[in-house]
């Protein structure tokens, strides 16, 4: 099976505002062997109704489909997203280990919406289910080193809950996060007729996530 992470889930549904789904569809591509998470799909050019892709995100999602199933189907490899192996809280400081598929981890700014110091991380209480409730502890993130981040926060998380890309405020500012991959793939096809190859970098986004400190 190959999936991608959902993600209209912030505004969609009236009252419904928890990615109870797209988190799931996470869990099961980490916990089953034969189900891939191809992408999340915040950083793909989408549809005036926030919802679907526009034409160029379609063929640029089919672009990470094809490479996918090539490393699973024919190459024999695993294919998994960004996610953490590992974490520890020391003090007032979050260190958080990832899997990717090409280090080192980097935050982009330039191809999806900046979130500032955060980089799209978040603390909220252990039992908060309202997305646009969290605690503005978190005072800077960093990449540490390859694989790891450092969160540092004004007070100790311990017990509390970490998320990632579950910050939207409505249908203009989707939920989305700036940490990739340094994935080399590239797939070059035109957006407009008559327009030469435009090269698509297949970075590995981050899907969003949560887990209790």
């Not at 672009?63 to 189907?73: D, E, F, I, R, T």
């Not at 039992?127 to 004004?154: A, E, G, H, W, Y």
Request: a neutral charge; proline letters at 5%; one cysteine or more.
């Amino acid at each position: 099976f190959f999936l991608y992470q959902t993600w209209c889930f912030d505004w969609y549904y009236a009252g419904f505002h928890y990615p109870f789904v797209p988190l799931a569809q996470l869990q099961i591509s980490l916990d089953k062997p034969n189900v891939h998470m191809v992408s999340p799909i915040y950083h793909l050019p989408q549809l005036g109704d926030y919802t679907h892709f526009n034409s160029e995100g379609s063929k640029w999602f089919g672009g990470y489909c094809g490479l996918a199933n090539k490393k699973v189907m024919i190459d024999n490899q695993d294919w998994k997203p960004i996610h953490l192996t590992d974490y520890s809280v020391v003090g007032n400081v979050i260190y958080l280990k990832f899997y990717a598929q090409q280090y080192p981890l980097v935050f982009d700014s330039v191809n999806v919406v900046n979130r500032g110091v955060s980089k799209s991380f978040q603390i909220r209480n252990a039992t908060d289910f309202n997305q646009n409730s969290f605690l503005d502890i978190i005072t800077n993130v960093q990449i540490v080193r390859p694989d790891t981040i450092k969160i540092t926060c004004s007070q100790n998380p311990a017990g509390k809950k970490l998320t990632y890309a579950i910050n939207a405020t409505g249908n203009t500012n989707m939920s989305s996060g700036n940490l990739r991959d340094s994935a080399t793939d590239v797939f070059n096809f035109p957006i407009v007729e008559n327009r030469a190859d435009v090269e698509h970098k297949l970075y590995n986004w981050c899907p969003l996530f949560e887990q209790i400190l």
